[in-house]
């Protein structure tokens, strides 16, 4: 009897050891982010207002000037409202060189439209707002190529969903408790603390990209900024106060595509 007693004592604690190691042995899930745009985002056009406005022909106080570069002779200015009392609903932009203006009134700008002529491929670089209410900003990036005997004009576009799924092929996470850890492929990028707690448990798919999308043009390169929500099992609304701002190098490729790389968090300024 009592050799069975100490057979029975030690098979509990090999079960005991063995529940142990394999709590301690186990990994959260990696899994890779979800995005949020389910199709390429429509370009949409200006209204007719904004056309009629732009046939005039006329830069006056209703435009906003975003690029002076006096040195290569380019300049760009986006319509901000048709008159005192209609706005421009954020469409309309006229693009200058060499004293030859071309108006791209499709082209919508948004409130916080940035331009840059980059001389190395003789093009202006532009990046106009795509979705933007509540908590949303996603922008859109063009190339605008120049003619001498003819309308300047759109040679390239990255569409929010094409940024969107590349860098869901770019990032993942984990969840360990209440925090999330972000990696680049094997590379931790960042672990930060959830401290939403009123909105249940993290939703089976719980990190998300394609709300907020945003560019920085650094004289002859591009980045890519992009913060991560996350979502709960209460409400559909993607939560980003505790989550960082990812940052990519964008490189264009000559047939239109683009690739990243030297992917990291934005270190905050404070």
């Keep these: 009897m009592k050799q069975a007693r100490l057979l029975c004592i030690a098979a509990l604690m090999v079960l005991f050891g063995a529940v142990v190691v394999s709590c301690k042995g186990k990994k959260a899930e990696v899994k890779p982010v979800k995005g949020v745009l389910e199709e390429p985002v429509r370009e949409g056009s200006a209204p007719d207002v904004v056309n009629a406005t732009l046939d005039r022909h006329v830069i006056d106080q209703n435009f906003e000037m975003i690029l002076n570069d006096t040195t290569n002779n380019v300049h760009v200015w986006s319509l901000v409202s048709c008159d005192s009392a209609t706005s421009s609903e954020g469409f309309g932009l006229v693009v200058a060189k060499d004293g030859r203006a071309t108006i791209l009134a499709d082209i919508r700008h948004g409130n916080t439209p940035a331009a840059r002529y980059n001389a190395a491929t003789g093009e202006l670089w532009f990046t106009g707002v795509s979705i933007e209410g509540t908590g949303v900003h996603t922008e859109r990036f063009y190339r605008i190529g120049f003619k001498d005997d003819g309308p300047h004009f759109v040679a390239g576009t990255i569409d929010p969903y094409e940024m969107q799924q590349a860098l869901c092929d770019e ?100």
């Design 171 to 270: 990032l993942k996470y984990s969840i360990n408790g209440e925090n999330i850890t972000l990696y680049n492929g094997e590379k931790e990028l960042a672990t930060v603390t959830n401290t939403v707690k009123d909105m249940g448990d993290f939703y089976e798919d719980a990190v998300w990209v394609g709300e907020q999308i945003s560019y920085d043009i650094n004289g002859d390169q591009l980045f890519v900024n992009a913060t991560p929500g996350v979502s709960f099992e209460t409400g559909k609304v993607l939560h980003y106060d505790d989550m960082p701002t990812i940052t990519a190098r964008v490189t264009l490729n000559n047939d239109g595509s683009f690739t990243l790389s030297d992917i990291s968090v934005v270190q905050s300024s404070n």
